[in-house]
């Protein structure tokens, strides 16, 4: 997959993949400007505003987990089509800080190790990453709701948690910019369009959802 993301798209296909990450990435920015103010208001010791904080930084987060995951289903719905699948590397827990997502990437990697197709270990990979979303942002949201009442914490340090959470969401983002590129690479352009309107559908929902996942049939 590496040669497939140093190597250029078709203009049609660049121009899309630079369109949906641009958005992503100023998504996560947002969220981190946020996360950011939350972590320098607690330093200065305005614990009640950073609190408040925090809880927008998670609603953010809620929003760029729902798009990132709408982008993984997209994906895997246009895929199941195709006659030739993209090759993908399995997640690297080494690239996380979190037991769930460090979990997530073992998972994916045994898997890798056991299916034989390219088609099997890109439907899985898009399940997994999707679910390691969904995760997340359900273990952020519960964090910020932990500094806001002040509960005690089941995890350690909840701020520490909270930085832990947005470098593996992070982590989850290069992902999917990754997959993403690779599976423009294979799409037939006569979809294309299709995909994009897929694509501004998942960006749309504004709030996280949790439905069922990516179906472990699809692989």
């Not at 979990?103 to 890798?112: Q, Y």
Request: with cysteine.
């Amino acid at each position: 997959m590496s040669d497939d993301w140093i190597a250029s798209l078709p203009r049609e296909k660049s121009r899309l993949f630079e369109s949906v990450v641009r958005r992503w990435e100023c998504s996560y920015a947002i969220m981190s400007i946020a996360l950011d103010e939350a972590l320098s208001l607690r330093s200065r010791g305005e614990l009640v505003c950073a609190a408040q904080q925090m809880e927008v930084a998670a609603e953010l987060l809620s929003r760029l987990g729902a798009t990132l995951i709408g982008a993984c289903d997209a994906m895997a719905t246009s895929a199941r089509h195709f006659n030739r699948h993209p090759a993908v590397h399995p997640l690297d827990s080494g690239f996380f800080r979190g037991g769930t997502a460090r979990s997530a990437a073992s998972w994916n990697g045994l898997l890798h190790t056991v299916l034989f197709t390219d088609r099997s270990r890109f439907f899985q990979k898009l399940r997994i990453l999707a679910e390691t979303l969904e995760n997340l942002v359900q273990e952020f949201s519960k964090n910020s709701q932990e500094i806001a009442g002040n509960a005690s914490p089941e995890n350690g340090d909840p701020w520490q948690v909270a930085d832990f959470l947005h470098y593996d969401v992070s982590t989850c983002l290069r992902e999917a910019e990754v997959v993403l590129k690779s599976f423009l690479r294979e799409l037939p352009a006569e979809h294309l369009d299709a995909f994009s309107a897929q694509l501004n559908a998942s960006t749309a929902r504004t709030r996280f959802r949790v439905g069922p996942r990516l179906s472990r049939a699809s692989a």
